[in-house]
């Protein structure tokens, strides 16, 4: 599992579509909001969490029709499913990697992106901890619907409007927290929830995308 993960993140490097496509969408996505809104401070610090997490959900989802498309191509997908290596063990060693080359330096990103929108004092702990919470959930059920769709002609939209849905919850607790913690409200309701629905997501959905991937595979 160790071989596999460190071949996905050499992948990763190698191709350049991880964290450096997915960086450079989160700076143009929060460079682009005060064009939008305005240049008001108070604006903009009211708004930079929910900014932050929409930002970071957009740009992990722009890496997710990479996530088996490769692995799909070049035939190692096949082999990977016929692998003593248990599929779902698989499954969730590539969700790890994306997390890793996308998910991780989108949380270290944002402290910095977050002074940009004028993020209060109180946020920037707030936004960090939110994000480290909850980005592994999109990575995860990112990895269930790249199984879905494997395979398919223009995959990518595809994937993309199967797996919104499914960022909803993360996005209104993740955003929550941030939002809570930079007022200086509580945040153990939000954080909960968060961190609920991560860890649910990781016991439950490599079994899930397990299942459609040997179904796709046939």
């Given at each position: ?40 401070a ?36 096949d ?5 003593p ?5 698989v499954?969730?060693?590539?969700a ?41 959930a ?6 269930f ?74």
């Open positions: 599992m160790i071989a596999l993960l460190m071949r996905d993140l050499r992948l990763a490097l190698r191709a350049g579509g991880g964290f450096g496509l997915g960086l450079a969408f989160f700076l143009i996505v929060t460079v682009m909001v005060p064009f939008s809104v305005g240049p008001e108070e604006t903009l610090a009211k708004i930079a969490p929910g900014v932050l997490w929409l930002g970071a959900l957009l740009a992990c989802l722009l890496s997710l029709d990479r996530l088996l498309a490769l692995d799909w191509e070049d035939g190692s997908l082999l990977l499913a016929t692998a290596l248990p599929l779902e063990g499954l969730s060693i590539k790890l990697a994306h997390w890793l080359t996308t998910g991780l330096p989108l949380v270290l990103a944002a402290p910095v992106l977050g002074v940009l929108l004028g993020l209060p004092a109180g946020g920037y702990l707030w936004i960090t901890l939110s994000l480290l919470l909850g980005t592994p999109l990575s995860v059920v990112g990895t619907g790249a199984a879905l769709t494997v395979g398919l002609k223009r995959g990518g939209l595809l994937l993309s409007l199967l797996v919104m849905p499914l960022y909803v919850p993360t996005l209104i607790f993740g955003a929550e927290v941030a939002r809570r913690g930079a007022a200086g409200l509580a945040v153990e309701t939000p954080m909960l929830m968060l961190g609920g629905i991560t860890l649910g997501t990781i016991a439950l959905l490599p079994f899930a995308s397990a299942a459609v991937l040997r179904v796709n595979l046939r």
